[in-house]
Nanobody
């Protein structure tokens, strides 16, 4: 069993900052990449930022220069969000591309989601 536990969402005013955290645990053999996606009602889940095992990052154009993805070990990922805008309001989901000790095939694991609301 694999779990991704997120924390750090909440309500913030435009221009403010939030930091999201996600920790992976369970019978994990290898994590190849971790990252963040977000979703608003009626829209598809979209990529926000990813961090792969080699340290390379990838960002959506809408968050470049405002958000930073990082990790302090192979199973934890953070998303520092600065200069937040109302358009950033969404449920943010942690994602990990990983394999387990009982199945070597890579699959996507997801957290339960954390609400981020940017409003005055």
């Amino acid at each position: 069993q694999v779990r991704l536990v997120e924390s750090g969402g909440g309500l913030v005013q435009p221009g403010g900052s939030l930091r999201l955290s996600c920790a992976a645990s369970g019978s994990i053999f290898r994590i190849n990449a971790m990252g963040w996606y977000r979703q608003t009602p009626g829209k598809e889940r979209e990529l926000v930022a990813t961090l792969n095992g080699g340290g390379s990052t990838n960002y959506a154009d809408s968050v470049k220069d405002r958000f930073t993805v990082s990790g302090n070990d192979k199973s934890t990922v953070y998303l520092q969000m600065n200069s937040l805008e109302p358009e950033d309001t969404a449920v943010y989901y942690c994602n990990a591309k990983l394999s387990t000790s009982w199945d070597p095939r890579e699959f996507d694991a997801w957290g339960q989601g954390t609400q981020v609301t940017v409003s005055s």
